[in-house]
């Protein structure tokens, strides 16, 4: 029998479905499109998608070894990492031991990152390490493009930058600039007050109005190019 449109009708199937109850009981393997960024209070790996159809912003308030190791991870999926920065010392270690800069990551000084030239096959990951006062990006997010900006402290620019991020990440700061976060990010009691006791290696991922605390376990490898966890540079 033959359908306008649809061609010929083939094998019949009862549908799938579950109630509303049963919603809870049904979990989803992390899949392959994600960096995994650590494991979260249950020890279970908590993964971050920076490779989007859509523009994505990330703002971290944290150390440079964490921006470091979610570069090289952003690299080990296949996306091209390039870093702005004014410190090019900092990060010269990794370019070398990733081919000089032909194999995923290119260093560039503040302000001269040329167009990159994203897509679907070729997604980027920009990391803007340029100080307390990041200027202006010349390369904004877009699709398959993904911009982190690591600040080392809450500074007087970081209002305007999380207004525009779709995702913050915190690590350990001050009970005063905890304090001002919290108001921002309209953060619970708690955690305005566990933010400035953070060990090195952890960190607070906000999204809307989801919150995780996640720990960042370096490889052996990731170990021996960056060291341990640690806060301060």
Do not use: K
Request: with cysteine.
């Amino acid at each position: 029998m033959l359908r306008a449109g649809f061609g010929l009708i083939g094998p019949r199937h009862a549908r799938h479905s579950v109630s509303v109850e049963q919603l809870g009981a049904l979990a989803l393997p992390i899949g392959d499109d994600g960096v995994v960024i650590g494991v979260d209070a249950e020890g279970r790996p908590a993964v971050l998608g920076l490779n989007r159809p859509t523009p994505y912003d990330v703002v971290l308030i944290g150390g440079l070894w964490t921006a470091q190791v979610l570069a090289l991870r952003a690299a080990a999926t296949g996306a091209r990492v390039a870093v702005e920065t004014g410190r090019p010392q900092a990060w010269a270690q990794m370019v070398h031991a990733m081919g000089g800069g032909q194999n995923g990551l290119a260093v560039y000084e503040v302000g001269r990152v040329p167009p990159q030239g994203a897509s679907a096959g070729t997604p980027v990951l920009v990391v803007r390490d340029c100080g307390m006062r990041p200027p202006r990006g010349r390369v904004a997010s877009g699709p398959w493009q993904a911009v982190l900006t690591l600040l080392p402290y809450l500074s007087p620019v970081a209002p305007r930058l999380l207004r525009q991020a779709r995702l913050v990440g915190v690590q350990r700061i001050s009970p005063d600039e905890s304090a001002e976060l919290g108001r921002a990010l309209a953060l619970p009691r708690a955690d305005v007050e566990a933010l400035p006791t953070l060990a090195d290696g952890f960190t607070l991922w906000c999204a809307d109005r989801d919150r995780q605390y996640v720990m960042t376990q370096p490889t052996d490898a990731e170990i021996g190019l960056l060291g341990t966890p640690r806060r301060m540079d």
